[in-house]
T-cell receptor, first 112, second 113 residues
């Protein structure tokens, strides 16, 4: 099935550094979302974006819905050890049902 | 408040067997979706149910089926298991039926030998 392309695939950063990750799609989405998954758990929603060009923050997290509606980015500022995990972008199209297409994931490791 | 609960958490089956996975949504959520997550990949959409009716189906064979009960809980059934069905099966619930804001359970880890 289709998956969105995320980059980078993985990254090691020092605690306190800022992080940026991207997601691109060949399809247009009406909603872009970012989820985080910790080992042994299901994904947890971090941010949802509903309008092209929208920039939304949630604490140290900032995400943007690309103007073309085919991309999004997530920034994490001043990383801390609990930011470790796998971050998934996801897109959803309207149409009366709830199919969400997930990206390939970015694995983040924070070095204390 | 209880989150999405799934059972069993882990199970091992052999090829050709059948499996049933169960999910209880967050109280008040009427929409339940199922996703398959193969190791190292993102979740893939299998089904969405809302008010006991199938609202959407992903690109999975007919060996996969699901249903939703009057209390909004759901079951996912997979028949004639293949090695490639080994994965984490995630259930997600939502208050709304057409947004991407999903609340996931911890999943059922299926291993097919």
């Amino acid at each position: 099935g289709q998956q969105l392309n995320q980059s980078p695939q993985s990254m090691f950063i020092q605690e306190g550094e800022d992080v940026s990750m991207n997601c691109t799609s060949s399809s247009i989405f009406n909603t872009w979302l970012w989820y985080k998954q910790d080992p042994g758990e299901g994904p947890v929603l971090l941010i949802a974006l509903y309008k092209a060009g929208e920039l939304t923050s949630n604490g140290r997290l900032t995400a943007q819905f690309g103007i073309t509606r085919k991309d999004s980015f997530l920034n994490i500022s001043a990383s801390i050890p609990s930011d470790v995990g796998i971050y998934f972008c996801a897109g959803q199209s309207s149409g009366g049902y709830q199919k969400v297409t997930f990206g390939t994931g970015t694995k983040l490791q924070v070095i204390p | 408040d209880a989150g999405v609960t799934q059972s069993p958490t882990h199970l091992i089956k052999t090829r050709g067997q059948q499996v049933t996975l169960r999910c209880s949504p967050i109280s008040g959520h009427k929409s339940v979706s199922w996703y398959q997550q193969v190791l190292g990949q993102g979740p893939q959409f299998i089904f969405q149910y809302y008010e006991k009716e199938e609202r959407g189906r992903g690109n999975f064979p007919d060996r996969f089926s699901a249903r939703q009960f009057p209390n909004y809980s759901s079951e996912l059934n997979v028949n004639a298991l293949l090695l490639g069905d080994s994965a984490l099966y995630l259930c997600a619930s939502s208050f709304f039926t057409d947004t991407g804001e999903l609340f996931f359970g911890e999943g059922s880890r299926l291993t097919v030998l």
